[in-house]
């Protein structure tokens, strides 16, 4: 069984930081890309940042140059380092990770955190 469980979001105000992280756990062989959308009321989920295996970094142009995606394979652990935050910025945030499991070892499945919610005060 593999889980995603993130923690950091919460409250600040407009120009705050926060650090969001995601730990995967279970019976994982590997970890491709692990990214973080996010959801606002009323609208559809959309990407934020994506991150590869080797480091490479995809970001939303809403969010470049304020946010920094990173991760430790290490510790299957993917963080978003949240700076300059906006009232815009306000939405659920989900954990998402490509992950190949001992269980399925020749295909990798989508797997999802619970969400976080991030709110920005104006």
């Known amino acids: 069984q593999v889980q995603l469980v993130e923690s950091g979001g919460g409250l600040v105000q407009a120009g705050g930081s926060l650090r969001l992280s995601c730990a995967a756990s279970?019976?994982?062989?590997?970890?491709?890309?692990m990214g973080w959308y996010r959801q606002a009321p009323g609208k559809q989920r959309e990407l934020v940042a994506a991150i590869t295996k080797g480091g490479s970094t995809n970001y939303a142009d809403s969010v470049k140059g304020r946010f920094t995606i990173s991760r430790d394979n290490a510790k299957n652990t993917v963080y978003l380092q949240m700076n300059s935050l906006k009232p815009e910025d306000t939405a659920v945030y989900y954990c998402?990770?490509?992950?190949?499991?001992?269980?399925?070892?020749?295909?990798?499945?989508?797997?999802w955190g619970q969400g976080t919610q991030v709110t920005v005060s104006s």
């Open positions: 998402n990770a490509e992950i190949i499991a001992f269980a399925s070892p020749f295909i990798s499945d989508p797997y």
């Open positions: 279970g019976s994982i062989f590997s970890i491709n890309v």
